[in-house]
């Protein structure tokens, strides 16, 4: 459809690339949007606090 592909974690197949928003779903609402982007921004917090430098 379009849209750039992800998982229930707003992750792409591109190692440390995350998605959100309207370029990941047919759906087109800000609620929606903030929502994957919270989601996204939560989980790339995650893998930055357990990667090892």
Do not use: C, S, W, Y
Not at 8 to 32: I, L
Not at 34 to 51: K, R, W
């Amino acid at each position: 459809m379009g849209h750039i592909q992800v998982n229930d974690f707003k992750k792409t197949n591109v190692p440390g690339v995350f998605a959100a928003g309207d370029n990941t779903t047919p759906m087109r609402a800000v609620a929606a949007a903030v929502a994957a982007g919270t989601m996204a921004g939560a989980m790339i917090n995650h893998e930055l606090i357990v990667e090892d430098f």
